[in-house]
């Protein structure tokens, strides 16, 4: 089956830090990957994706590269904010299941302090 | 509305009673899932409803867990005879054919 493993939290950085959370994905077909924030009190929302190996995705200066050859899609953001903290969730999604369903890692929590 | 909205925001009930979860999906989103966040772990898939088609009931957790559709749009999820252990954040989502997830803001219940 598909799963997602992200490193576990919570990451405390200064402001301005170099920031990587790791992503290790299994899917038994060709997935899409995902990157979702959840800022506090708010719904979880689509941060960047990619569609297929070697893809770039990116977005208010975060970055993610599709690696199949190492399964992975690590978030990288080259000087963090405060308002950057927020619970940080990596997602497939197979096309070979029913629904495009989301599988999601288990999130990891960043905290930037000034 | 401009987003998918869940009610009630925070739901607090005794062991043993039952509970519904309300979601309306974004106008015209075809698809819709329900997704449970348990404290400190992931997103757990529940639930998948694509427009008339049979749901995909293969995450939910045991047959207390119910969830329904009406008229392709709102949808309410049922927890009957609630444990501690379903403590959790409900998300709802919904999504235009293949494209973009978008999220609620879930419901928080608590299991006393």
């Known amino acids: 089956g598909n799963s997602v493993t992200q490193m576990e939290g919570p990451v405390t950085l200064s402001e301005e830090a170099f920031l990587t959370i790791n992503c290790t994905y299994t899917a038994t077909g060709y997935p899409s990957l995902f990157w979702y924030v959840q800022y506090p009190g708010e719904g979880l929302q689509l941060l960047l994706k990619a569609t297929k190996a070697d893809d770039k995705g990116s977005n208010k200066g975060f970055e993610a590269t599709y690696r199949k050859e190492t399964t992975s899609f690590h978030l990288e953001k080259g000087s963090v904010q405060v308002s950057d903290s927020a619970v940080y969730f990596c997602?497939?999604?197979?096309?070979?299941?029913?629904?495009?369903?989301?599988?999601f890692g288990g999130g990891t929590r960043l905290m930037v302090k000034p | 509305g401009a987003g998918v909205s869940q009610s009630p925001s925070n739901k607090v009930t005794e062991k043993g009673k039952d509970v519904e979860l309300r979601c309306d999906p974004i106008s015209g989103h075809t698809a819709l899932y329900w997704y449970r966040q348990s404290l400190g772990q992931g997103l757990e898939f529940l639930i998948y409803f694509q427009g008339n088609s049979a749901p995909d009931k293969s995450g939910l957790p045991s047959d207390r867990f119910s969830a329904e559709r009406t008229g392709g749009s709102v949808s309410t999820l049922t927890i009957q005879r609630t444990q501690q252990e379903d403590s959790a954040v409900y998300l709802c989502a919904s999504r235009l054919n293949t494209g973009e997830l978008f999220f609620g803001e879930g419901s928080r219940l608590t299991v006393l």
């Open positions: 997602a497939l999604s197979d096309r070979g299941n029913a629904g495009n369903m989301l599988t």
